[in-house]
C-alpha cells in the first residue's frame, strides 16, 4: 500500500486500513512518502503497534531502511527505547 501524493496523518493512514487480525506483532505495515518543508518527499515503511500500556491505542514506528521487515522495525525501536530510558534514568 502505497499513498504517493495523498497527503494523510498517521490517524488517517491509520483509519483507511485493514488491520491484521490474530496475536500478530503488528496492526498494519504500509509504505508511504513523507514531505519535508521544501515538498522534498522521502519514501519510508510505516508500522503500527499497540500500545501496551493502552490496549485500545496504537503507536506508528517509521523506518526509512524499506528492506527492513515489520519484526526487525519493530525490534530496533524496543532496542533505541531502552537507551533512551537509560539516559533518562542517568540524567535525573
Not at 499513498?3 to 487480525?21: A, D
Not at 508511504?32 to 503497534?49: E, M, P, S
Amino acid at each position: 500500500m502505497s499513498f504517493e501524493g495523498e497527503r494523510k496523518t498517521l490517524t488517517e493512514i491509520y483509519k483507511s486500513q485493514r488491520k491484521r487480525t490474530g496475536k500478530s506483532k503488528y496492526l498494519l505495515s504500509v509504505n508511504a512518502q513523507i514531505y519535508g518543508a521544501t515538498d522534498n518527499t522521502l519514501d519510508v515503511k510505516i508500522v503500527f503497534v499497540r500500545n501496551r500500556n493502552n490496549k485500545k491505542k496504537w503507536i506508528g514506528f517509521i523506518s526509512t531502511d524499506l528492506s527492513l521487515s515489520e519484526e526487525e522495525i519493530i525490534a530496533l525501536y524496543g532496542k533505541c527505547w531502552s537507551i533512551e530510558v537509560f539516559f533518562k534514568v542517568c540524567k535525573s
